[in-house]
């Protein structure tokens, strides 16, 4: 039985090694993908190039896909890319375009640099989410080539755009999926050419690696940013010892956005709670502090700075405080105890500014109907600056730019490349001579954490000096005003 046993398996094998000869003797499939995070690998482009192995004619189109991943972005993967939600927002899912690529993974040798730790996991991954069968995957990897056949004094490393340069090919757009896809190709057939490589020796078969199950990804930062505003707003909901029907709708949708993110305890904590309060359909004000111990009680957990944190909060607060349109004087007296038990805040915005507007309103202990709705403006102004101060840049020519943050546009030197087109002049720092400060549109991390760019923070104090820096924030049509708050290292907690 033993050796009977061998002998199947040994027939196997063979037989198994001349199906995958006979697959790279007619088709190939060159791959590569990019994704929205590293955490699930939700793929937000994939490249496709399936011709014969010999005569290079396409099995089937050139496809260069891009998908809505149905998850978020993190930054470092939109610095490598250049993808955005706002890019693929209106593109179809993973699942609704693979029965039309499924082909070109199937009786297919798939082509990728370091295609099984990255193209392949993502494109398992993904398949696992939606719960679509996995096609038996073999492939070539043509990083384990570079480092089996291309000397190592010969390259600095073996990365893509290394071994391309090595063989002098050309790459049209580094980490664009399809590029990626058509370089690599060239790749495979000039070490092959250059080493006289039998493929066959290095066909393997994908074997996939264990992963954690599909949770929805949101960065760290912007999480924090919202819980620490969510307990403001509640905060500001309970000043007038009641809470509205549009206030508890409100409690109840941030419920809904946020309880996808439960795979951390501390929000799983707070949509448990939500859930206990909303059993009976009316928010009192006695659920509103328990609901607001439970989020502190997670905030106490945080490792973002005071001022950070402090200033998130004053931004609930006030959001909390005019849902309703108006500001009463109780809230006025209210809002102002607040700034008076948090005032390391003073010297960083909005403080001052709304510290100073408080003072004078309730110099007489009266907040008058004009009183109250120019504060309420002044704080819709605040929390919302993109809607309040909208800019139209009809021209750039002959105006000095500084360019910050993330653009939807491309990379901060295209951007540059493209205002200079238009007769922009670039200043790599801001001066009093900018003109226009151009704020990328797309949310950066670093700034949810709620503190202002450097850059933003120096205009800001050119133009108090007289300056007439426009602050704008970019879109394709649009520039708009972007405000971001400013940090600091004191450690003062009285909210």
Known sequence: MTGLYYFEILSVNVEMHLQMKEVIMQKVTYFDVEYANSRNKSICQLGLLCEDYLSSEPYYPERNIYLNPGDGFDDICIRIHGITSSKVKNEPLFSEIWPHIEKYFTNTVVIGHNVAGADLNALVRNLKRYNIDIPE????CTLDLARQYVPSFAVENF???TLCSYFDIDIDSEHDAF???????DLLKAMINAYKINIDDHIKRYNPVESNEFQQYIAGPVLRKAISEFYGIVRGFSIDNRITSEEADYIKNWRNQYCQYTVSEEVASIIDTIDTILEDGVVTVAESFDLQRTVRQYMDLVSTSPVTLATQILNGIMQGIIIDGEISAE??????RWLYDNIYLSGHHPFDKVMEMLEKALSDSIITKEESEYITKTIRSILNPVEELK????????KNICLTGNFAYGSKPDVAQYLKVRGGLIDST????????????LECQAYSHGTYGQKVLKAMEYNEKGCKIEIVKRRIQWVRVAVIITD???????F
């Open 391 to 398: 800019v139209l840049v009809h021209s750039v020519e002959g």
């Open 430 to 441: 801001v001066k009093k001579s900018t003109d226009i400060l151009l704020v990328g549109a």
């Open 488 to 494: 600091a290292s004191e450690d003062h907690r009285s």
């Open 137 to 140: 995957l073999y492939y070539v």
């Open 159 to 161: 990365k893509l755009s």
């Open 179 to 185: 590029d990626d896809a058509c370089a690599n190709a």
């Open 331 to 336: 809230e006025s007296e209210h809002l102002r």
